[in-house]
């Protein structure tokens, strides 16, 4: 086995594992804040503002780290979120202690995001690096389909929702245990930028900061819709979890390769064209006259909404197109993720009283103009970009 190669696998076993703590959390946690503390929509919304508080200061808790290399910095962000998420769901009914923990498991997520993504890229080479970012995406979504399965099991035999988060946070303490065997000398370890704020990557700040607000929608309130207007509970949800990233599987590897066919323009403008009707669909479906097709239509949106958050690969490729320098790819990285959650903060905050002051209906309406602005902010990717390194 070669270097690069075992590189390679490690990261992407590492990846899958993480996937797999990942479908049993997303499976399980909009039930959970459900059943456990009877959230409404306001609340809901609110609730948003710490869990994505630590994604906002990626940057400098990142910065905090700046002495370790990316394959260290991994392993410190999924042990992080492991312990945050056993904890959080330790607690009982206790609502300060859920924000607490919850916060410590997003403190890991967000720290792991930029890491992994860097992890990657050092896998790759200029020409193939959509197909490489496809293929490990696609192990991911493997793992995620895992724990989707792993949910539905647990759902009809464990009582309450320990279980669950306990075989996700096992998952994540996993995935770090793989990257020990990932020799250091193989990594990328530059010391990592605390801001990296430049003209030439204002668009890609952009597109972070729309995606963030596209994301909140789907995280929070795509899900919101399926609990509160159609009742579906966790069993719903893992299904859903399953058939979606069965779908992305095929679609992850396609969209890297139309990356390097197309380039990332033509992909981000497609995926931002589709998020428009999906927006629609969230908003109407419940008010399509033959009532029997009402819940399918708005599970239809779910998966469709749920494949085209895999889109990002575009934005990574993009960034790796036109960073200066190599020593500018994990503080941009890093920056990127503290930029979308500035609208991941607030975005819920809004959307969540909007709700309820006037439905949900005119909560999508608003996300699906949201979705034409990203149209238009996409058409500005150039078609060609001219390396700088």
Known sequence: MTPSFKRLALTTLSILLYGVASGVAMSAFNNF????????????????????????????????????????????????????????????????????????????????????????????????????????????????????????????????????????????????????????????????SRIVFRRQYGLYYVLEFLFGARKQIFLTFGPWVLIQVYGRGVETFAILTIVGHILALAARPLVGWAIDR?????????????????????????????VAWCLPVSLACFLLDQLLFYVDVARTTYLARIVRDRSDLSGCLSTAVSVNHIASMTIPIFAGSLWTAAGHETLFVGAAVLALSMVFAASRVPAHVSLSR
């Open 33 to 192: 804040l459900n059943d456990s503390y009877r959230l409404n929509p306001d609340t809901r919304g609110w609730l948003e503002l710490p869990r994505e508080f630590p994604g906002f200061m990626t940057s400098v808790t990142a910065s905090l780290f700046f002495f370790l290399s990316d394959r260290r910095m991994a392993i410190l962000a999924l042990s992080i979120a492991a312990f945050g998420q056993l904890m959080m769901v330790s607690v009982g009914s206790v609502f300060s202690f859920l924000i607490l923990f919850m916060m410590i498991w997003s403190v890991g997520d967000h720290l792991y995001f930029p890491a992994k993504s860097a992890l990657i890229l050092v896998c790759s080479r200029e020409e193939n690096r959509g197909r490489v970012l496809g293929m490990t995406g696609s192990f991911e979504v493997a793992g995620i389909i895992l724990g989707g399965v792993t949910t539905r099991f647990l759902a009809t035999r464990a009582d309450g929702y320990f279980m669950m988060f306990a075989v996700a946070s096992t998952a994540n303490l996993l995935a770090a245990l793989v990257l020990l065997f990932l020799s250091e000398e193989t990594q990328f370890a530059a010391r990592r």
């Open 262 to 290: 197309f380039g990332e323009r033509l992909v981000l403008m497609v995926d931002s064209m589709l998020l428009i009707f999906v927006c629609l669909g969230y908003a109407f479906a419940d008010h399509i006259p033959i």
